[in-house]
């Protein structure tokens, strides 16, 4: 499956953006899609995935705040952001796994989209 990532920007803090991941080659249905950010520095890590039946989970920095969606005509996953806050400052990246349920790991997603720049400004 082939995902481009869209919809990073700069914003001041409490703003809100929605990101896009576009998906060809395989349906968004088909298994758990998720985005992942990376600051500066940092490890990748997780912030929310949505299986195949539409099951979401979220990181504990952004529920609440994030939320994560899917189109399945358009094969494309969202994920919503508000009250965006200097700590979301990250690249952002969508990715999807064959597994059905349960994807949480890095090393679970097979498929990773170039990623969007989000950069939060106090």
């Known amino acids: 499956v082939q995902l481009q990532a869209s919809g990073g920007g700069l914003v001041q803090a409490g703003s809100s953006l929605r990101l896009s991941c576009a998906a060809s080659g395989r349906t968004v249905s088909s298994g758990v899609v998720g985005w992942f950010r990376q600051a500066p520095g940092k490890e990748r890590e997780l912030v929310a995935t949505v299986s195949w039946v539409g099951d979401r989970t979220y990181a504990d920095s952004v529920k609440g705040r994030f939320t994560i969606s899917r189109d399945i005509p358009k094969n494309t996953v969202y994920l919503q952001m508000y009250n965006l806050q200097p700590e979301d400052t990250a690249v952002y990246y969508c990715?999807?796994?064959?597994?059905?349920?349960?994807?949480?790991?890095?090393?679970?997603?097979?498929?990773w989209g170039q990623g969007t720049l989000v950069t939060v400004s106090s």
């Open positions: 990715a999807a796994s064959r597994l059905r349920v349960g994807a949480t790991s890095v090393a679970e997603f097979g498929s």
